[in-house]
């Protein structure tokens, strides 16, 4: 199985701007693995913020954009707010294989 | 408003089974593919199972080898999840998730499997 890497945790200044990325062990990601970005705050359920790379739901902050970037999914945050301040994963689909989330980042806000 | 309810979680003994359920609601269930995510405690996210709009296809990780069983019964608008043959390390939040994209997800139920 495919390993799915993110920074485990990254801290940005309020109103600043940070990038989280998510990488695999199988080479460079590519629109083709549907990169998806969830939220989990503390004891709550996750929210789906991106799918398919760049797509937003409606709930989905204007701040928050996904893309590809140096062979990896990347989601930006831009003015971050510290409503932000959260858990961060991505989930990678394989042909043939099954989807492998990646283990998290940790964004403060501080 | 859209709604997904797991049920079914509980404290079990190691070697046992459980059947945990989703109650969906506010959309149209039929159509969509529906998945199963799980989160051990203080851990991440790990992807469990998922099923066609029909039950015609289902997927799992690996790992399970086939210690669980994901069904669904569209007439009720429930999701389904047999676990089999539970190890300590099955202990997680059990999440729904669907609707497209999985856009929607439920609040968890928790399986704890312990002697």
């Known amino acids: 199985q495919a390993v799915v890497t993110q920074e485990p945790s990254l801290t940005v200044s309020p109103g600043g701007t940070v990038t989280l990325t998510c990488g695999s062990s199988?080479?460079?990601?590519?629109?083709?693995?549907?990169p998806y970005w969830f939220q989990q705050k503390p004891g709550q359920a996750p929210t789906t913020l991106i799918y398919?790379?760049?797509y937003k739901h409606s709930w989905t902050p204007a701040r928050f954009s996904g893309s590809l970037l140096g062979g990896k999914a990347a989601l930006t945050l831009s003015g971050a707010q510290p409503d932000d301040e959260a858990e961060y994963y991505c989930?990678?689909?394989?042909?043939?294989?099954?989807?492998?989330f990646g283990g998290g980042t940790k964004l403060t806000v501080l | 408003e859209v709604q997904l309810v797991e049920s079914g979680g509980n404290l079990v003994q190691p070697g046992g089974s459980l059947r945990l359920s989703c109650a969906a609601s506010?959309?149209?269930?039929?159509?969509?593919?529906m998945t199963w995510v799980r989160q051990a405690p203080g851990k991440g996210l790990e992807w469990v199972a998922n099923?066609?709009?029909?039950?015609?296809?289902?997927n799992y990780v690996d790992s399970l080898k086939g210690r669980f069983t994901i069904s669904r019964d569209n007439a009720r608008n429930s999701l389904y999840l047999q676990l089999n043959s539970l190890r300590a390390e099955d202990t997680a939040v059990y999440y729904c998730?669907?609707?497209?994209?999985?856009?929607?997800w439920g609040q968890g139920t928790l399986v704890t499997v312990s002697s």
């Open positions: 998730a669907g609707g497209g994209q999985l856009r929607y």
């Open positions: 506010g959309f149209t269930f039929s159509s969509h593919w």
């Open positions: 099923i066609r709009p029909d039950g015609g296809e289902r």
């Open positions: 199988t080479g460079a990601v590519t629109s083709g693995h549907y």
């Open positions: 398919d790379t760049t």
């Open positions: 989930l990678l689909s394989y042909s043939g294989a099954r989807p492998v």
